[in-house]
C-alpha cells in the first residue's frame, strides 16, 4: 500500500511541475513538453531521452554550472567547464562537428539556461540542437536515474550527508570494509531491502558499486 501511495505522490510531484498545457497536448506524462511556440529550437519528451540514452543518438549536455552537475545528472550527459564561453566549451565537446545532435537541458521547466545556450548554438551554425526543457526536477520526478560524479559523492558524505549509501558487493565483501553507514543489497538480501526502499524505511538511496565493485 505504501508503495502505491509513493507512486501516486511521485506522479503529482511531475505534474505539478509541468504546465497544465504540456500534459493536456501529450499521450502521456512521458511525452510531454512545454509546446512553446516561436522557439529556435525543438523541445524532447522525456520518453525521447530514454530512447537517446539507449540508442546513443544525441549528446546530451548539461548546461547548470559544475557544483549541480556533480551532485546528480542525467547517465552519459556531458558538463561545460568553459564558464567564460559555453558555445566555445561545446565546440570542442564535439570537435568541431556543428552537424552532432545535441539535447541541452537544466534545472526544470522554467529555467532559462538550457534556452540562452541553445539560441547561441544555433547562431554559431549548429544545425542540430534541441532542448529538454523540462529538465532534470522532470526526469527524477518520473523516475529517471541520475549519476554523481565522485566529487558529489564526497560532498554528500561528508557534508550534506543527505543519501543513503548501498554496498552492491557480496555480504562477504561487505563485512571486510565498506563506507560507514552504508547498507548493503547484495543478492542474497536484493528482496529485503528492496521492500524497504517501496515502503519508505530507506530513502534518498545512492549506489556506491561503481566505487566499490571489482571491475
Known sequence: MKSVVRLFAIVALALALLPRDA?????????????????????????????????GSALIVDTRARAEYVAGHIPGARVLDNASSQVVAV????????????????NGPYCGQSKRLSDQLVTAGFANVRRYQLGIPVWRALGGPTEIELEGIIRIFKVDRTAVFIDARSAEEFKKSSLPGARNLAIENVNATVQKLAAGEIQNASSICGLLCPR
Open 23 to 55: 500534459v493536456a497536448q501529450a499521450n502521456s506524462i512521458f511525452q510531454a513538453t512545454l509546446a512553446e511556440t516561436n522557439q529556435k529550437t525543438e523541445e524532447v519528451s522525456t520518453e525521447q531521452i530514454r530512447r537517446i540514452l539507449i540508442d
Open 91 to 106: 565546440e570542442r565537446l564535439v570537435n568541431g562537428d556543428k552537424s552532432k545532435s545535441l539535447v541541452l537541458y537544466c
